[in-house]
């Protein structure tokens, strides 16, 4: 379990760093403050050379370089985006660096120019002098990758194809616009006649008391036709009514409660990172959701980190956190400021005494 986070260069991060970090971490502050960006910076140290997670991060923010007609490139990620300031030149680096009670995992990324005999002769033009470093260090032997950046400095998409995924540290990201329904379905279908299941259907019964069953209509049912960008696949029983009832039917709050679940079930052993957390939920079942949080990261070791603006979302936490039996080391709230070196972390504690007493903490 990570205790604490330093971030170097990263993002809108000149030098910042998150101390007392525990099993839930939920981060708060104002607009572009960069509390998403700290989820990112523990995906990307997670990823272990496996690039999906760092294109994926960039495509939810649409940070695309477009394709030069001229040579009919593809698209391409804005690489300088994730250097502080914006700015890519030789020699521009970031480094993001986790502690753990008895290790360390570090990720740093350098712009370095390019030995020459390793271009390509037949697209010479098209490329930059420079490559993008990437080197993990976990507690095997350092990780190493180098990347040829285009003329434009951009990394294309095809670059996926070179690099294959890697057996990387389980980190699973759920954005603001939740998970999609071709994630969702083979993560339901993974958990079918567990015992996961039935706190996946409790968890959503949080919601919807009267549903009594969840199935999926599974991969024949689709024609080869994908739900991308869909609420879609799944479909409940409800007491008192004989139909079955698409899973859009029923809100985006379940689909919301459903997706966090699923998410923390396949996170199993490693991080689960959500941005925006009480996004469709209302104020009355976050300390439900709390709860189920709490209660299943604690059993499959999860840590868990989750963004907020809302003042329901953390009050909720601070009653789960009244039970005599919660470990003062179990949660924190980060206050996540501009221009700050260091998060205002809030412990158990404290959080309890800012709720009783209406203290603002965001």
């Known amino acids: 379990m990570i205790t604490e986070l330093k971030i170097t260069g990263f993002r809108g991060f000149k030098d910042f760093s998150l101390n007392d970090l525990g099993r839930i971490n939920l981060l708060v502050g104002s607009n572009n403050g960069g509390k998403t960006s700290v989820l990112e910076a523990l995906e990307f140290l997670a990823s272990r050379g496996n690039l999906r997670p760092i294109f994926g991060a960039m495509r939810r923010r649409g940070e695309h370089k477009w394709p030069d007609a001229q040579i009919k490139s593809d698209l391409e990620m804005d690489i300088c985006r994730l250097f502080y300031g914006y700015e890519m030149q030789q020699d521009s680096q970031f480094s993001i660096s986790g502690k753990r009670m008895t290790s360390a995992d570090t990720v740093q990324a350098e712009i370095q120019e390019s030995e020459s ?19 993990w260090n976990h507690e095997t032997e350092p990780l190493n990758l180098k990347l040829r950046l285009s003329h434009q400095g951009g990394l294309s998409y095809k670059i996926l194809r070179t690099y294959p995924p890697r057996q990387a540290g389980k980190s699973l990201f759920v954005s603001t616009l939740s998970l999609s329904a071709d994630e969702i379905v083979p993560l339901f279908e993974d958990i079918v006649l567990t015992p996961d299941e039935q706190l996946v259907i409790e968890s959503i019964r949080h ?24 609420i879609g696949g799944l479909v409940v029983k409800c007491k008192g009514i004989d139909q079955r009832i698409p899973i859009g039917s029923m809100g985006d709050g379940i689909w919301r409660m459903l997706g966090i679940t699923l998410a923390l079930i396949k996170a199993k052993e490693g991080i689960l990172l959500v941005d925006e957390i009480d996004t469709g939920l209302h104020f009355t079942v976050m300390e439900d959701m709390w709860k189920l949080i709490a209660k299943t990261a604690e059993r499959l070791n999860v840590q868990v980190f989750a963004t907020t603006h809302n003042s329901d979302c953390w009050s909720s936490l601070a009653t789960i956190l009244c039970d005599k039996d919660a470990d003062n080391k179990n949660v924190s709230i980060q206050r996540i400021e501009k221009n700050k070196k260091q998060a205002v972390a809030f412990t158990r504690d404290e959080i309890i005494i800012a709720a009783k007493r209406g203290i603002e903490v965001r």
């Open 117 to 135: 005999e390793s271009l390509p002769d037949d697209s010479y033009e098209f490329l930059s002098p420079y490559i993008l470093k990437l080197t």
């Open 207 to 230: 919601i919807e008391p009267t549903i009594e069953r969840i199935a999926s209509l599974g991969s024949e049912k689709r024609g080869g036709l994908s739900y991308s960008g869909t």
